[in-house]
């Protein structure tokens, strides 16, 4: 096992930027997931750790190693990728010591390293059988046996889980967490899916752009995002925005442009004057009569819950709340805000006061 630190990392393709400067500093044993909309440069960003693409500028460690010019079989990482390419004429035990076989490893270390790795995936039944005869969730922990058996300093995963369905993902995603609470490898897990970054990262490193927005644990991120950015992007459905600005003479006061008042958690002089977004999470709201006026537009029951798209405030929002409630489209509700719960933001820099 081993830390990972980037140092002001930068990459460009051609004259293209594409990492602009990156500093991450990864602790031994973390779980740590790269998270960002398609293209903000997290392939990238574990390419050039795995040392398939070489780095612009900056500095990349593995230990107390600087790897910049390490060729990857030297780096001691082992990758999965989404498209975790099985061999097909091999079975899985094969397929799984493969990269032992390759370095002259002896039969005796072989089923040393394989059969407990197999055991921990629940894959020991598995062994002699080949990929065709497996379902995804299981080729995926083959995949994943074949990293194993390598016992890498660190494990790179790149969105292992994009091609499962649904319930499979969720699955997995215990799994992973599992084998991590087990052999405790520093794990670079990339995903664009916020709820598995959510659920099993230690750190989150939100990206966007080829820039690091904020770095944190999960409910740091949702409870304290630096940005509009990243208080758009962690929490699903995303938190509601509402623009306006707040009274000059009262900063607890927001005042929405449809002239809806709004209670402010920490108001300060500084809001006053300035163009400012208002942060609401969908399930920072209850209903109250005495609360503001909510047009229902459509609503959602998933059981346990009712997701409202509505009209508050001038703004489209989405409220969930844990119980049923009995609205239409067209219908207008009142709710309360958990001030607790809302951020206000710069319009112009976007940055939470
Ligand atoms: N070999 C390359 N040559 C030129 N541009 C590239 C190359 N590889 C990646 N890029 C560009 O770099 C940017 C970042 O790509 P990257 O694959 O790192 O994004 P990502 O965050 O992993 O996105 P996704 O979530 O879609 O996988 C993209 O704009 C991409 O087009
Ligand atoms: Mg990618």
């Given at each position: 096992m081993?830390?990972?630190?980037?140092?002001?990392?930068?990459?460009?393709?051609?004259?293209?930027?594409?990492?602009?400067g990156v500093d991450v500093q990864i602790d031994d044993g973390e779980f740590v997931i790269l998270v960002g909309p398609s293209g903000c440069g997290k392939s990238t960003l574990l390419r050039m750790l795995a040392g398939l693409e070489n780095i612009t500028a900056g500095e990349?460690?593995?230990?107390?190693?600087?790897v910049n010019q390490m060729p990857p079989k030297e780096r001691d990482i082992a990758m999965v990728f989404q498209n975790y390419a099985l061999y097909p004429h091999m079975t899985v035990a094969d397929n799984?010591?493969?990269?032992?076989?390759?370095?002259?490893?002896?039969?005796a270390t072989i089923d040393e390293r394989v059969r407990p790795a197999a055991e921990i995936l629940g894959l020991t039944h598995l062994l002699q059988r080949f990929p065709r005869q497996l379902s995804g969730g299981q080729r995926q922990r083959v995949a994943m046996g074949r990293a194993i058996v390598r016992d890498p300093q660190v494990f790179l995963f790149d969105e292992p889980l994009s091609n499962l369905d649904a319930k499979l993902r969720v699955a997995?995603?215990?799994?992973?967490?599992?084998?991590h609470q087990r052999l405790k490898t520093t794990t670079v897990y990339v995903t664009h899916d916020q709820i598995e970054a959510m659920?099993?990262?230690?750190?989150?490193?939100?990206?966007?752009?080829?820039?690091?927005?904020?770095?944190?644990?999960?409910?740091?991120?949702?409870d304290q995002p630096v940005n509009l950015f990243v208080a758009g992007f962690i929490g699903?459905?995303?938190?509601?925005?509402?623009?306006?600005?707040?009274?000059?003479?009262?900063?607890?006061r927001f005042i929405a442009q449809d002239g809806t008042v709004l209670p402010v958690r920490n108001p300060a002089d500084s809001m006053?004057?300035?163009?400012l977004v208002y942060g609401v999470r969908p399930e920072a709201m209850r209903l109250d009569p005495a609360g503001v006026p909510l047009q229902v537009l459509v609503v959602e029951p998933t059981g346990s819950e009712t997701q409202i798209m509505a009209k508050l405030a001038g703004a489209d929002v989405t409220c969930v709340?844990?119980?049923?409630?009995?609205?239409?489209?067209?219908?207008?509700?009142?709710?309360?805000?958990?001030t607790n719960s809302t951020h206000i933001f710069d319009a112009a820099s976007g940055l939470r006061l």
């Open positions: 081993a830390s990972v630190e980037f140092v002001n990392v930068k990459k460009s393709f051609g004259a293209q930027p594409i990492i602009k990349i460690r593995i230990g107390d190693k600087v799984m010591a493969f990269s032992l076989k390759l370095k002259g490893a002896s039969q997995m995603r215990a799994e992973i967490k599992e084998l659920t099993m990262a230690d750190k989150i490193v939100v990206m966007h752009d080829g820039i690091v927005e904020q770095i944190g644990a999960p409910l740091e991120l949702y699903s459905p995303s938190m509601n925005m509402i623009k306006g600005r707040v009274d000059t003479a009262d900063a607890s006053k004057g300035r163009d709340f844990h119980d049923r409630v009995a609205a239409r489209p067209g219908d207008t509700l009142h709710v309360a805000i958990d």
